[in-house]
């Protein structure tokens, strides 16, 4: 369970209201899970205090990463460590490039020896900026953003749908271990879902691990996810497989939500 992440009765508060009450998850190395549940019930509320957000004050509970309790971490420190969070709202980012903060976030993730393969000096550095320059170029395209976002300010002006994609080329450049996608399907058009869940599948493998937050079935379709988990008033209530999604968008939630409360 070396990079597992391993959320045990998890219990978090915003502005000294509790909106976890005690939600108990574990996505290993080689698993994609899926989140769903009505608005409101806590699942941006799970991801942003998985990363960290200081607005979240974790009341109970303990979350270990590759047997970490990351708790105790800084937001970037759990970054480092190989976790990633795509926004549901990415935010807007003047004056910073998305070329240039992620070759930024890539030299500190990796540490400046390994973004230079080894090699702190200024050739190496340069080849090694060549080298991101081709890749990003390369994951632009795959995602069917036009070359010129590297450029462009983060996110600033960006469509809602290509904020989403912006977020999956991020995933690809930095390679986490374990990435949360908050609806990073919403917005999406119906090409673009099909582009971002083969995007994500090609990052899928023994060492990636990732839990999605939708509403849709459509991007679980081509995600098929190892399980899925549907999340109410802070709790996840109900788990199972794939069928789950497909059963709750034939019968919506109030079957399950009756039962709980
Ligand atoms: N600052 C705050 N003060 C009071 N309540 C808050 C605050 N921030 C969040 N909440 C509440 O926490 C609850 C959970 O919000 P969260 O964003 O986690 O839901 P969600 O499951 O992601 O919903 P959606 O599907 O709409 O994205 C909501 O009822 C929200 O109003
Ligand atoms: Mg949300």
Avoid: C
């Amino acid at each position: 369970m070396a990079s597992a992440l391993e959320i045990k009765d998890l219990h978090v508060s915003v502005e000294g209201k509790e909106i976890l009450k005690g939600v108990t998850l574990t996505v290993k190395a080689g698993e994609v899970h899926s989140i769903m549940g009505p608005n409101g019930s806590g699942k941006s509320t799970l991801a942003l205090a998985l990363m960290g957000h200081p607005k979240y004050e974790i009341t109970g509970g303990e979350v270990l990463f590759k047997g970490q309790n990351i708790l105790e971490l800084e937001p970037d420190e759990r970054a480092r460590l190989g976790l990633f969070l795509a926004f549901q709202y990415p935010l807007e980012i003047q004056g910073v490039p998305l070329g240039r903060f992620l070759w930024a976030a890539k030299k500190a993730l990796l540490g400046q020896s390994e973004a230079t393969n080894g090699k702190p000096d200024k050739r190496a550095d340069a080849k090694a900026l060549g080298e991101f320059r081709k890749e990003l170029k390369a994951k632009l395209s795959l995602l069917k953003l036009d070359e010129s976002f590297g450029q462009r300010y983060l996110n600033v002006g960006f469509s809602g749908g290509e904020k989403k994609r912006a977020e999956i080329v991020q995933m690809h450049i930095l390679k986490p271990q374990i990435v949360i996608m908050d609806e990073t399907d919403s917005g999406l058009d119906i090409d673009s879902v099909k582009i971002v869940a083969e995007a994500i599948n090609q990052l899928r493998g023994p060492e990636f691990g990732a839990l999605v937050i939708t509403h849709y079935q459509r991007i679980l379709n081509f995600l098929q996810p190892d399980f899925v988990h549907v999340m109410a008033d802070g709790r996840i209530v109900r788990s199972g497989d794939y069928r789950l999604a497909q059963e709750l968008e034939a019968k919506g939630y109030d079957w399950i939500l009756k039962g709980v409360s």
